[in-house]
Nanobody, 125 residues
Framework: QVQLVESGGGLVQAGGSLGLSCAAS????????MGWFRQAPGKEREFVGVFNWRGGGRYYANSVKGRFTISRDIVKSTVYLQMNSLKPEDTAVYYC??????????????????WGQGTQVTVSS
C-alpha cells in the first residue's frame, strides 16, 4: 500500500502563484510515475503533469506547459507542483496520483494505483 498526503493550495488572484506538495509513504519502491490531475466543477478529471520517477522526465498537459513545474525530492518521496501565472480556468481540486509497478499510460487516470485526498485551488479573476 502507498499513502499520498497532499498539502498546499488555496485562493489566489489571477496571475499569482501557488505550490502543492504530495508526500508518499508505504511501499513506494516500485513507483513509476507520480503526478497531478485536476477536476473542475462539472468536468472530468484531467491530467496536469507527471514526474517519471525512474527516468527523471517530466511531462505536462498543453494547458499548463510553461506555467507549471513539477519537481521531486527522492529522499522524502515527495512530488511538488509549482503553479505560476495562474488563470481562473485553473480552478479545480488537484489530486496527486502514483503509478506503481509496471509502466503504463501516464495521461490516463485509470492507470494510476493510488490517489491523494485532493486539495482545492481557486483562482479569482
Amino acid at each position: 500500500q502507498v499513502q499520498l498526503v497532499e498539502s498546499g493550495g488555496g485562493l489566489v488572484q489571477a496571475g499569482g502563484s501557488l505550490g502543492l506538495s504530495c508526500a508518499a509513504s508505504g511501499r513506494t519502491g516500485g513507483t513509476v510515475y507520480m503526478g497531478w490531475f485536476r477536476q473542475a466543477p462539472g468536468k472530468e478529471r484531467e491530467f496536469v503533469g507527471v514526474f517519471n520517477w525512474r527516468g527523471g522526465g517530466r511531462y505536462y498537459a498543453n494547458s499548463v506547459k510553461g506555467r507549471f513545474t513539477i519537481s521531486r525530492d527522492i529522499v522524502k518521496s515527495t512530488v511538488y507542483l509549482q503553479m505560476n501565472s495562474l488563470k481562473p480556468e485553473d480552478t479545480a481540486v488537484y489530486y496527486c496520483a502514483a503509478q506503481i509497478g509496471r509502466p503504463r499510460d501516464y495521461v490516463s487516470q485509470g492507470e494510476y494505483d493510488y490517489w491523494g485526498q485532493g486539495t482545492q485551488v481557486t483562482v479569482s479573476s
